[in-house]
């Protein structure tokens, strides 16, 4: 009979402690997790004193999208990306879109989906015209050794990688995954500390501190992206501090896409996000210096399109998640020459 241990993956990123204990170090919680017990995730396992991965053979999204709808809107714009998720997640967001495989496995323990090994995960996605894999749907760093195995092969095959995160990985992760991952959307989900800890059951300090670590020392491209959850973190003080953050600590040239809020999962009691609220944030991202800013869940809005932060002439025009039109000229504005930043625009 198979021991529980050949039915998973050996972990990448954690250490053996006291009593049997691990402790893991791929995101900011940091679990000490005693043995036969799971860390908060309840994904990662420590079998014999030794942690193991349970979704590494559990994949359970696996499709093409548009690379918009990460959203990554200055990275390769107007390819697919082969998306890919297991099952789990290490925040616990009241308002989760994805809560059905984000927070199954922390609800009853449920862990769901498919044995596709990443040799035929990257078949796929080239085979399906992808010109990049994204980690995305529930946190990729809880299923990072899947990230790594198919990021690695992407890459001998010509594919790009990006992550959809919330930005909790340790900066070890970050460093892990550094040689195969071109871009990521980090949510920053709001500016307080209040926020984080009852919503979302995480802190803030250490998903500013991954901000300033990516945009300082990495090449990884980025864009961040804010929810904005009416009554919660949409304040105009709030949204000043956050968008003067992304300026001063990662870069006016990082998108910031504000999303529209629609009641979700546990958070039912509150309606959608007034437009006259996303378009206050639009103005103070301006205001802070931010060059480029985006609605996301508003169909049709002018906040779809990039434009030049210099002349103002429309440069790359989206209806919903297709390109009309992309005018960007070896990375510049063809009327004024500004450079304008991204990845393959
Ligand atoms: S990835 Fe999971 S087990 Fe590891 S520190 Fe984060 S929540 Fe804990």
Redesign the pocket.
């Known amino acids: 009979m198979k021991s529980e241990k050949e039915f998973f993956k050996e972990a990448v990123l954690?250490e053996p402690a006291e009593d049997a204990k691990v402790r893991?170090?791929?995101?900011?919680?940091?679990?000490l997790?005693d043995e036969g017990k799971?860390?908060?995730?309840?994904?990662?396992k420590n079998i014999g004193g030794v942690?193991y991965a349970l979704t590494y053979d559990k994949v359970c999204s696996a499709n093409p999208d548009p690379i918009e709808k990460k959203p990554l809107f200055h990275f390769q714009p107007g390819t697919q990306s082969f998306s890919i998720a297991t099952m789990?997640c290490?925040f616990r967001c009241e308002f989760c879109q994805n809560w059905q495989i984000s927070q199954a496995a922390i609800e009853d323990g449920r862990i769901e989906g498919q044995a596709i090994s990443p040799e035929q995960i990257v078949d796929a996605a080239v085979r399906s015209g992808c010109k990049s894999i994204a980690y995305t749907y529930t946190e990729p760093?809880?299923f990072?050794e899947l990230c790594n195995d198919c990021g690695r092969l992407g890459k001998e095959r010509g594919l790009a990688n990006v992550f959809v995160s919330n930005g909790?990985e340790t900066i070890e992760a970050i460093d892990f995954a550094v040689e195969w991952l071109d871009g990521i959307n980090v949510d920053l989900k709001a500016f307080n500390e209040d926020y984080y800890r009852r919503l979302c059951k995480a802190r803030l300090g250490p998903v500013l501190d991954t901000i300033r670590y990516i945009a300082k020392e990495t090449k990884i491209w980025m864009e961040i992206t804010t929810l904005l959850v009416p009554g919660e973190n949409d304040s105009e003080d709030e949204l000043k501090q956050l968008a003067e953050f992304i300026v001063e600590d990662a870069g006016a040239d990082v998108p910031w896409h504000i999303s529209r809020f629609y009641p979700q999962y546990k958070y039912l009691d509150s309606a959608a996000t007034p437009i006259s609220s996303l378009e206050r944030a639009y103005e103070i991202g301006k205001e802070a210096g931010l060059h480029y800013i985006y609605f996301g869940n508003v169909p049709g809005a002018k906040g779809e399109s990039t434009f030049c932060y210099k002349c103002g002439r429309m440069l790359i025009e989206r209806a919903g998640y297709r390109i009309a039109a992309n005018d960007v000229e070896n990375g510049r504005c063809p009327d004024c020459g500004v450079e304008i930043a991204g990845f393959e625009l």
């Open positions: 954690w893991c170090k791929l995101c900011n919680h940091r679990c997790i799971l860390g908060r995730c309840c994904v990662r942690l789990g290490n760093t809880v990072m909790y």
